[in-house]
Structures are given as C-alpha cells and as structure tokens.
Nanobody, 115 residues
Framework: QVQLVESGGGLVQAGGSLRLSCVASGSIFVINLMGWYRQAPGKQRELVAT???????NYADSVKGRFTISRDNAKNTVYLQMNSLKPEDTAVYYCNAFVRPRYYWGQGTQVTVSS
C-alpha cells in the first residue's frame, strides 16, 4: 500500500501564491508518475499537472505559465508551485501517484482564492 499526504493549501487573495506538497510513503520502489488534480464544487475532477520520474512535465492549458510541478525522488515528494492565482483556481487539490500496478490518491487539500 501507498499513502499520499498533501499539505500547503489555504486561503489566498487573487494574484497570490501557494505551494502544495505531497509526500508518498509505504511500499514504494519506484513512483513512475506523480501529479496534481483538482475538483471545484459541482465540477468533475480535472488534471492540473503531472511529472514523470525522469522529470517530464505536462500541464493543463489553464495553468500553463502560472503553475510549476516538481518532484524530489529521494523524498518521494511532489510539489506544485502556484503563482498568479485566480478565483477560478479555487478547488480541492488532490495528489496522485502511479506505483505499479495502480494509481493512488491523497485525501486532498483545499485551495481558496478570493477576488
């Protein structure tokens, strides 16, 4: 089993920044893919960004140029630096990791951006 614990969410004004962290623990040999997803009230969960073990990144168009995903493989940790936050970024942010043969999810951390 793999456990994912997110931290770093909170309330911020539009234009501000937050940094999310997610630490993976448990029966881990290699985490092939880590990422962040978000779910706003009344909406489906959507991809924010992913990063492979080799550092290849992928972003949703809505966050390109504002968010940066990174990871520390030695610490089994993935980060999401969020800058120039907008009210539409308000959501619960979930950490996701692919450890063969399945995906794992964290419990989520709330990000609220006030206008």
């Amino acid at each position: 089993q793999v456990q994912l614990v997110e931290s770093g969410g909170g309330l911020v004004q539009a234009g501000g920044s937050l940094r999310l962290s997610c630490v993976a623990s448990g029966s881990i040999f290699v985490i092939n893919l880590m990422g962040w997803y978000r779910q706003a009230p009344g909406k489906q969960r959507e991809l924010v960004a992913t990063i492979t073990s080799g550092g290849t990144t992928n972003y949703a168009d809505s966050v390109k140029g504002r968010f940066t995903i990174s990871r520390d493989n030695a610490k089994n940790t993935v980060y999401l630096q969020m800058n120039s936050l907008k009210p539409e970024d308000t959501a619960v942010y979930y950490c996701n990791a692919f450890v063969r043969p399945r995906y794992y999810w964290g419990q989520g951390t709330q990000v609220t951006v006030s206008s």
